[in-house]
T-cell receptor
């Protein structure tokens, strides 16, 4: 099973709402990632969790709050977002050490009104 | 800072043609290189992963090569099909415990029936 599952597939929220994106993998990967992708652009790294600890935060605004409850789950909590935060949010996972092929989910399409 | 470029940005070919997609990177100190395809509005699908010690990888009609010294990778697609139409992204990975990558700018491929 090489699947990364993301929910919801689509999310529309107002600027005052609080919502969460969820990601799950059962490949035993110990590194999990959040990426943001705008139209016609490559994905941009937001956060990396390694062994459930936050390893990279690419200067992401605090209105995005990641959480890794266990080795299979990754959440992205959203609060007070701006319309420019509308994008496709992608979750990925990989093994540690050699190999380290990145596996992506289908993404969550976020629209902020 | 690693910069990854893919030329051309867009390519249109008739069905059945063999084609080559190019990926160039500025820093040859890479750990690996991964090729992905992305369908519109979808996540990224991993096609091939080449370790820095390897010269090429093959999967079905796909063959990816890596020349670290010249900072280049190519993705060869044999006997192209309309279902190959997608955006193709290369991603250059650096060392460390997890897969931190720099994505290329992408090549949008259209295979015309």
């Amino acid at each position: 099973d090489t699947e990364v599952t993301q929910t919801p597939k689509h999310l529309v929220m107002g600027m005052t709402n609080k919502k969460s994106l969820k990601c799950e993998q059962h490949m035993g990967h110990r590194a999990m990632y959040w990426y943001k992708q705008k139209a016609k652009k490559p994905p941009e790294l937001m956060f990396v969790y390694s062994y459930e600890k936050l390893s990279i935060n690419e200067s992401v605004p605090s209105r995005f709050s990641p959480e890794c409850p266990n080795s299979s789950l990754l959440n992205l909590h959203l609060h007070a977002l701006q319309p420019e935060d509308s994008a496709l949010y992608l979750c990925a996972s990989s093994q540690q050490g050699s190999g380290r092929e990145l596996f992506f989910g289908e993404g969550s399409r976020l629209t902020v009104l | 800072k690693q910069e990854v470029t893919q030329i051309p940005a867009a390519l249109s070919v008739p069905e059945g043609e063999n084609l080559v997609l190019n990926c160039s990177f500025t820093d040859s100190a890479i750990y690996n290189l991964q090729w992905f395809r992305q369908d519109p509005g979808k996540g990224l699908t991993s096609l091939l992963l080449i370790q820095s010690s390897q010269r090429e990888q093959t999967s079905g009609r796909l063959n990816a090569s890596l020349d670290k010294s010249s900072g280049r990778s190519t993705l060869y697609i044999a006997a192209s099909q309309p279902g190959d139409s997608a955006t193709y992204l290369c991603a250059v990975g650096i060392g460390g415990g997890y897969q931190k990558v720099t994505f290329g700018t992408g090549t949008k491929l259209q295979v015309i029936p």
